[in-house]
């Protein structure tokens, strides 16, 4: 049976490797049998991290019910079908359910979506692992990886599952997905005494999600899957619930209160028709009840669950054009409400490549042009590029660096979101970045290894030691007339490589290292370091006459060095993050790094950045855990962070007694899956994310950059800003009308406006320019905004002014109310029904025109409250929303001027005089609610 309990042991780090071998009956030297291992595999199941399984229910039956306005709807809409069915009446209910399962699917067709994105992304990080089987090595899955198997680990290699070393040559590995560790681990197979030690001490263990960042090794596999301790802290993660999404919460609040104020009416409404039925019947009890819920659902805004499901599906559309894969569409809401943004700073804010930028060679401070890995870029002097003529002394230290390690380059395309250049061209390194760095400072001084490897051959290499801080590569001439017997090239730390030598190299060749020049090197390397430059040393040696390499000793080779020179590295930062960066802090974000680098690195980038201040605080790791929520806020930088400290950041930003801050968290690690999972909106990284932080992030940056997460905080405000002003609009609008109907209603045998046009406004007022409102352009000043308060949809600000455009509907509701009731009561009584309606077309068709009037035109003044409505048209109008308003009003006039619509609806022309009346109520409405803004915004703030 698959994902059978391995038959390892969880202390494989204790024991030799010839006992874990004989316990998992598999050969030390030539692996497991190829039919063992297939044998293996049918009965342990795939080497593989059990996916998050979405069920029936969560994908397809939860949209359907995670709003309380959809269950009011499904409950009334069940009872009207039902009612309709038994007494032959099919209207209202056919057109709830529309509004309701329209919703429902769009929510299911985008979580699919969700999950075929994430499941395409997981099939781009498939990986290939060798091993060797029966003697043979072989390229296998690294899912068909099973207990027992024999790894061959190449620099270069992600580590498949857990596995206890065999051998290590020279044998680092990067543990930060699993550690937050960023410096690679040296490993070692022999045996441990201490059973409990941590996962960052187990030197003679590799494990599964680690790649190998130099040499190579043997190693036994001792689990896989859920039982290597990737897969433990997957187990662990899967007891985390999901979060209420704060848009759903605050929707969900505001239609408890509708739910009660609805109940309330049908309650008074039904008892009122009941008696109205007794003393004059007017038809049968269900008669009644149909009624008395039609009537009472005219309070809901029915609209709003559409037009929000789609302004958030539109908002996911646009993301995902920016790169950004969003979960669950409600999550789109979170990221306009951030106030608080946790930013990773490798990979993030900067482009994770190494990058040679200055080079200190003969007293002289040589710049260097371009980033990454690519050899675009030159080398230059004082602004003047040296082309093809680099001077002896700087040549000599770009061979050294080129030859001095073992990293690769292959050049490969990748697929970029966005834009209509859809792949673009880049360079992966198969080991260390920092020699990979010095490849391509080589390369820009037009330099080929290859040719040099053809004059050269490798016969030694001292590997970097930890203690040492230095690595050392000893060559032989091919052809012994051409120069030294030996060469000599060595590199680390500044000082330590500085002070092994006696001579510096000059253009002219080397010279004596006076105690003056030391003094002076030293001084320019502190003084770069201090801008958070990371430094390399760099020195050679030749050792004259014929010499065996292998007897050469370390002591020997490392001594009376020549020094070339120092080189200033840095991870360039990603272009357009410093101006993301100013413009999440001018949108009242504020933006803190979280890193595992040294405070005075962090500094530096983060100064460079604009994210550290004269004044901020930088924190260590080690004072996270006593750092007190209300002090956070001065906190600009967390440097020596390890990734279990990032679940007490978020904390300390969500406390509601201090802080209370929206708080985002990127992240890509294993260990940072449970930040993600806790805060507001977790953000994990695409190319360099592991598989659980993105199931437990709410969305994921494809191209793991700092300016696609803005982009992403710009496209949530400008949801959240459609958001409002649509439930504004179905707020006041519904609140106004239902009054006025129920009010009314009241009034024997009295009508203000017949159904067909109660269903005109409805389909005209309160869905057209709503819609238009959904595709409307993002405001301009958007990002000039505070970040909105998380609990509410609406501040006090923009209820004054809603209660000011109440007043304006009330008005035009009064006005009509003057036009019809006076023909209704001159009339009742006195002339037949089919006679009293005729009398009534007229007055009625006037009063529809006046409410038209006025919720089209102020469509217009409420979808930018903080400015003045000339000046929106000016800055942002875009043509869907005016479009759709002047479609929705021509469309409405038509009907009056259309014989076959004027008869459904029972409307007349109105005179000249008549529309003047109404379109006059509409510009004033206008214009009142234009001082209005100015008044509120003047004495009160913006909205």
Same mark, same amino acid.
């Given at each position: 049976?698959?994902?059978?309990?391995?038959?390892?042991?969880?202390?494989?780090?204790?024991?030799?490797?010839?006992?874990?071998?004989?316990?998992?009956?598999?050969?030390?030297?030539?692996?497991?049998?190829?039919?063992?291992?297939?044998?293996?595999?049918?009965?342990?199941?795939?080497?593989?991290?059990?996916?998050?399984?979405?069920?029936?229910?969560?994908?397809?039956?939860?949209?359907?019910?995670?709003?309380?306005?959809?269950?009011?709807? *499904?409950?009334?809409?069940?009872?009207?079908?039902?009612?309709?069915?038994?007494?032959?009446?099919?209207?209202?209910?056919?057109?709830?359910?529309?509004?309701?399962?329209?919703?429902?699917?769009?929510?299911?067709?985008?979580?699919?979506?969700?999950?075929?994105? =994430?499941?395409?992304?997981?099939?781009?990080?498939?990986?290939?692992?060798?091993?060797?089987?029966?003697?043979?090595?072989?390229?296998?899955?690294?899912?068909?990886?099973?207990?027992?198997?024999?790894?061959?680990?190449?620099?270069?290699?992600?580590?498949?599952?857990?596995? #206890?070393?065999?051998?290590?040559?020279?044998?680092?590995?990067?543990?930060?997905?699993?550690?937050?560790?960023?410096?690679?681990?040296?490993?070692?197979?022999?045996?441990?005494?201490?059973?409990?030690?941590?996962?960052?001490?187990?030197?003679?263990?590799?494990?599964?999600?680690?790649?190998?960042?130099?040499?190579?090794?043997?190693?036994?596999?001792?689990?896989?899957?859920?039982?290597?301790?990737?897969?433990?802290?997957?187990?662990?993660?899967?007891?985390?619930?999901?979060?209420?999404?704060?848009?759903?919460?605050?929707?969900?609040?505001?239609?408890?209160?509708?739910?009660?104020?609805?109940?309330?009416?049908?309650?008074?409404?039904?008892?009122?028709?009941?008696?109205?039925?007794?003393?004059?019947?007017?038809?049968?009890?269900?008669?009644?009840?149909?009624?008395?819920?039609?009537?009472?659902?005219?309070?809901?805004?029915?609209?709003?669950?559409?037009?929000?499901?789609?302004? =958030?599906?539109?908002?996911?559309?646009?993301?995902?054009?920016?790169?950004?894969?969003?979960?669950?569409?409600?999550?789109?809401?979170?990221?306009?409400?951030?106030?608080?943004?946790?930013?990773?700073?490798?990979?993030?804010?900067? +482009?994770?490549?190494?990058?040679?930028?200055?080079?200190?060679?003969?007293?002289?401070?040589?710049?260097?042009?371009?980033?990454?890995?690519?050899?675009?870029?030159?080398?230059?002097?004082?602004?003047?590029?040296?082309?093809?003529?680099?001077?002896?002394?700087?040549?000599?230290? $770009?061979?050294?660096?080129?030859?001095?390690?073992?990293?690769?380059?292959?050049?490969?395309?990748?697929?970029?979101?966005?834009? #209509?250049?859809?792949?673009?061209?880049? #360079?992966?390194?198969?080991?260390?970045?920092?020699?990979?760095?010095?490849?391509?400072?080589?390369?820009?001084?037009?330099?080929?290894?290859?040719?040099?490897?053809?004059?050269?051959?490798?016969?030694?290499?001292?590997?970097?030691?930890?203690?040492?801080?230095?690595?050392?590569?000893?060559?032989?001439?091919?052809?012994?007339?051409?120069?030294?017997?030996?060469?000599?090239?060595?590199?680390?730390?500044?000082?330590?490589?500085?002070?092994?030598?006696?001579?510096?190299?000059?253009?002219?060749?080397?010279?004596?290292?006076?105690?003056?020049?030391?003094?002076?090197?030293?001084?320019?390397?502190?003084?770069?370091?201090?801008?958070?430059?990371?430094?390399?040393?760099?020195?050679?040696?030749?050792?004259?006459?014929?010499?065996?390499?292998?007897?050469?000793?370390?002591?020997?080779?490392?001594?009376? !060095?020549?020094? !070339?020179?120092?080189?200033?590295?840095?991870?360039?930062?990603?272009?357009?993050?410093?101006?993301?960066?100013?413009?999440?802090?001018?949108?009242?974000?504020?933006?803190?790094?979280?890193?595992?680098?040294?405070?005075?690195?962090?500094? /530096?980038?983060?100064?460079?950045?604009?994210?550290?201040?004269?004044?901020?605080?930088?924190?260590?790791?080690?004072?996270?855990? /006593?750092?007190?929520?209300?002090?956070?806020?001065?906190?600009?930088?967390?440097?020596?962070?390890?990734?279990?400290?990032?679940?007490?950041?978020?904390? #300390?930003?969500?406390?509601?007694?201090?802080?209370?801050?929206?708080?985002? $968290?990127?992240?890509?690690?294993? &260990?940072?899956?449970?930040?993600?999972?806790?805060?507001?909106?977790?953000?994990?990284?695409?190319?360099?994310?592991?598989?659980?932080? +993105?199931?437990?992030?709410? $969305?994921?940056?494809?191209?793991?950059?700092?300016?696609?997460?803005?982009?992403?905080?710009?496209?949530?405000?400008?949801?959240?800003?459609?958001?409002?002003?649509?439930?504004?609009?179905?707020?006041?609008?519904?609140?106004?009308?239902?009054?006025?109907?129920?009010?009314?209603?009241?009034?024997?045998?009295?009508?203000?406006?017949?159904?067909?046009?109660?269903?005109?406004?409805?389909?005209?007022?309160?869905?057209?320019?709503?819609?238009?409102?959904?595709?409307?352009?993002?405001?301009?000043?958007?990002?000039?905004?505070?970040?909105?308060?998380?609990?509410?949809?609406?501040?006090?600000?923009?209820?004054? !002014?809603?209660?000011?455009?109440?007043?304006?509907?009330?008005?035009?509701?009064?006005?009509?109310?003057?036009?019809?009731?006076?023909?209704?009561?001159?009339?009742?009584? $006195?002339?037949?029904?089919?006679?009293?309606?005729?009398?009534? &077309?007229?007055?009625?068709?006037?009063? *529809?025109?006046?409410?038209?009037?006025?919720?089209?035109?102020?469509?217009?003044?409420?979808?930018?409250?903080?400015?003045?409505?000339?000046?929106?048209?000016?800055?942002?109008?875009?043509?869907?929303?005016?479009?759709?308003?002047?479609?929705?009003?021509?469309?409405?006039?038509?009907?009056?001027?259309?014989?076959?619509?004027?008869?459904?609806?029972?409307?007349?022309?109105?005179?000249?005089?008549?529309?003047?009346?109404?379109?006059?109520?509409?510009?004033?409405?206008?214009?009142?609610?234009?001082?209005?803004?100015?008044?509120?915004?003047?004495?009160?703030?913006?909205?």
């Amino acid at each position: 049976m698959p994902n059978q309990e391995p038959s390892t042991a969880t202390a494989a780090h204790v024991e030799r490797a010839e006992a874990v071998a004989a316990r998992l009956k598999t050969d030390i030297r030539s692996g497991l049998p190829a039919n063992e291992a297939e044998a293996r595999y049918v009965t342990l199941g795939p080497n593989a991290l059990p996916e998050t399984k979405v069920s029936f229910w969560k994908l397809y039956i939860a949209p359907f019910i995670e709003n309380w306005l959809v269950i009011i709807y *499904l409950i009334a809409g069940v009872m009207l079908l039902v009612i309709s069915i038994i007494i032959s009446k099919m209207d209202f209910s056919a057109f709830t359910f529309v509004f309701v399962v329209v919703n429902a699917v769009l929510a299911i067709f985008q979580q699919v979506r969700a999950h075929k994105a =994430l499941k395409a992304l997981r099939q781009l990080t498939r990986d290939k692992c060798t091993v060797i089987r029966g003697g043979e090595k072989t390229e296998i899955d690294a899912t068909r990886v099973v207990e027992g198997d024999l790894l061959a680990l190449q620099e270069g290699d992600k580590v498949p599952a857990d596995a #206890r070393l065999v051998t290590a040559n020279n044998l680092f590995t990067n543990e930060a997905s699993l550690t937050g560790e960023s410096t690679p681990i040296e490993k070692d197979p022999a045996p441990l005494n201490d059973v409990d030690v941590g996962i960052a001490d187990k030197r003679n263990v590799v494990f599964m999600g680690s790649y190998v960042s130099k040499g190579n090794g043997l190693a036994i596999v001792v689990a896989t899957g859920i039982h290597t301790e990737m897969g433990k802290i997957a187990g662990e993660l899967s007891t985390l619930g999901d979060q209420e999404i704060p848009l759903i919460k605050k929707i969900n609040n505001f239609a408890k209160y509708l739910g009660i104020l609805v109940c309330t009416m049908f309650a008074v409404i039904c008892t009122y028709n009941i008696i109205r039925n007794v003393l004059e019947p007017f038809g049968s009890p269900l008669d009644v009840l149909r009624e008395s819920i039609i009537r009472a659902i005219q309070f809901m805004p029915i609209n709003i669950i559409l037009l929000v499901t789609v302004i =958030l599906y539109t908002g996911v559309l646009a993301l995902a054009k920016k790169g950004v894969i969003v979960r669950k569409m409600s999550a789109t809401d979170a990221l306009g409400r951030i106030s608080i943004l946790c930013t990773d700073k490798t990979g993030t804010l900067t +482009k994770n490549e190494m990058t040679v930028v200055h080079a200190f060679v003969g007293g002289k401070v040589y710049d260097v042009s371009g980033s990454g890995y690519l050899p675009d870029g030159e080398i230059s002097i004082g602004g003047n590029p040296l082309g093809s003529e680099i001077p002896p002394a700087l040549r000599e230290l $770009m061979t050294s660096g080129m030859l001095n390690g073992n990293a690769e380059l292959v050049d490969e395309s990748r697929r970029v979101a966005g834009g #209509r250049k859809k792949v673009k061209a880049t #360079r992966k390194v198969v080991g260390d970045p920092v020699e990979a760095a010095l490849h391509v400072l080589a390369e820009k001084g037009s330099m080929s290894k290859a040719r040099l490897l053809s004059q050269v051959s490798r016969v030694r290499e001292f590997p970097f030691d930890s203690e040492l801080k230095r690595m050392t590569t000893v060559y032989v001439q091919r052809d012994a007339s051409s120069g030294p017997e030996l060469q000599v090239y060595t590199k680390g730390a500044t000082e330590i490589v500085l002070g092994s030598s006696t001579t510096i190299m000059t253009d002219g060749g080397p010279v004596p290292l006076s105690a003056k020049q030391r003094d002076e090197i030293t001084a320019v390397m502190e003084l770069w370091s201090e801008k958070g430059y990371r430094t390399l040393g760099l020195a050679e040696k030749q050792i004259p006459g014929a010499r065996n390499a292998s007897g050469l000793t370390r002591e020997e080779v490392e001594k009376e !060095l020549t020094f !070339l020179g120092f080189l200033m590295i840095v991870d360039p930062l990603r272009p357009g993050v410093k101006d993301a960066v100013k413009a999440c802090e001018s949108a009242g974000v504020r933006v803190v790094m979280v890193t595992g680098d040294h405070p005075r690195t962090a500094k /530096s980038i983060g100064a460079a950045l604009g994210i550290w201040k004269e004044g901020d605080k930088i924190v260590e790791g080690n004072e996270i855990k /006593s750092l007190d929520s209300a002090k956070a806020n001065d906190v600009s930088i967390y440097a020596r962070v390890d990734p279990r400290d990032k679940d007490i950041i978020v904390r #300390r930003y969500q406390d509601r007694g201090t802080a209370g801050r929206v708080v985002a $968290m990127t992240g890509d690690g294993v &260990n940072d899956a449970l930040a993600l999972g806790m805060a507001d909106v977790g953000i994990a990284m695409g190319i360099s994310g592991t598989a659980i932080a +993105k199931e437990a992030a709410d $969305m994921i940056i494809t191209d793991d950059s700092f300016n696609t997460i803005e982009l992403g905080i710009r496209e949530g405000r400008a949801l959240f800003a459609k958001i409002r002003t649509i439930i504004y609009f179905f707020i006041y609008t519904n609140l106004i009308e239902a009054s006025f109907l129920f009010l009314t209603s009241f009034i024997p045998g009295f009508a203000l406006l017949t159904a067909m046009q109660v269903y005109m406004i409805v389909g005209m007022s309160h869905a057209v320019p709503p819609l238009g409102l959904t595709f409307d352009r993002t405001a301009y000043e958007i990002m000039r905004e505070r970040p909105r308060n998380e609990e509410e949809i609406f501040n006090k600000n923009t209820l004054l !002014l809603m209660l000011v455009h109440m007043g304006l509907l009330v008005v035009g509701f009064l006005v009509s109310f003057g036009l019809v009731y006076p023909i209704y009561a001159a009339n009742y009584g $006195m002339v037949s029904e089919s006679e009293l309606a005729v009398l009534m &077309n007229r007055p009625r068709s006037v009063a *529809l025109a006046i409410i038209m009037s006025i919720e089209v035109f102020t469509i217009f003044p409420i979808r930018r409250p903080n400015l003045p409505v000339w000046r929106s048209f000016r800055r942002d109008l875009g043509p869907i929303l005016l479009l759709f308003s002047v479609f929705a009003y021509s469309n409405f006039v038509a009907a009056y001027y259309i014989p076959f619509l004027s008869d459904i609806f029972e409307l007349e022309v109105p005179a000249a005089g008549d529309w003047l009346l109404a379109v006059s109520l509409g510009i004033g409405a206008v214009l009142v609610l234009e001082l209005a803004k100015w008044l509120i915004r003047k004495y009160r703030g913006p909205f």
